[in-house]
């Protein structure tokens, strides 16, 4: 791709992920392409519908939750690692949310993006895991299928995502702090 190409790209991204966190649902793709100032057809020529943007911007955050993984796997604290991962996977959690009625026709046809999503989220989580109790900062007999579905849970929950979050984390610390 070229440079001015994936230049837009991330901008419309970016502007399309904060556009969303500000307005919700009601988001268009005019406001989309305004705040990435790039004009509409440039928008349209990327992504030929308002699905496809969403469907990307959903993809766009999945990896920058992994990229974040990849970052923080060289931290020196454990347990800082661990809640740092948490906090970005929630913030993906509470996107998703802003964008379910949007996502939801799309992982309806492709289930199959739900179920990888979950098994990297467990996979990633258990690796931290494992090194903040290898650490002594984690408590032992924690399953990390049962803490990635509470947090999945902050989602759903009517309440803010820090709070719950926070509560899950104060959980699994081994001192309970």
């Known amino acids: 791709m070229r440079s001015d190409a994936r230049l837009n790209l991330e901008r419309v991204l970016a502007a399309a992920k904060a556009c969303f966190a500000e307005r919700g649902a009601e988001v268009t793709m005019e406001a ?53 991962w948490c906090g970005a996977y929630v913030d993906l959690l509470a996107m998703k949310r802003t964008l379910l009625a949007e996502l939801t026709p799309l992982l309806e046809r492709r289930p199959e993006l739900v179920e990888a999503q979950r098994r990297r989220a467990r996979a990633t989580f258990a690796a931290f895991l494992e090194c903040a109790q290898a650490s002594g900062a984690a408590r032992g007999g924690v399953d ?5 579905a509470l947090l999945n849970a902050t989602m759903t929950a009517g309440r803010p995502n820090a709070a719950m979050l926070a509560i899950v984390l104060a959980g699994i610390r081994a001192d309970g702090s």
């Open 144 to 148: 990390p299928a049962d803490v990635v």
């Open 32 to 84: 989309v392409a305004s705040r990435a100032g790039v004009g509409i057809g440039t928008l349209y020529r990327r992504f030929t519908s308002r699905a496809a943007l969403v469907g990307a911007l959903y993809d766009d955050a999945v990896e920058q939750v992994a990229a974040e993984a990849a970052a923080l796997a060289a931290h020196t604290d454990e347990w800082e690692a661990l809640v740092r």
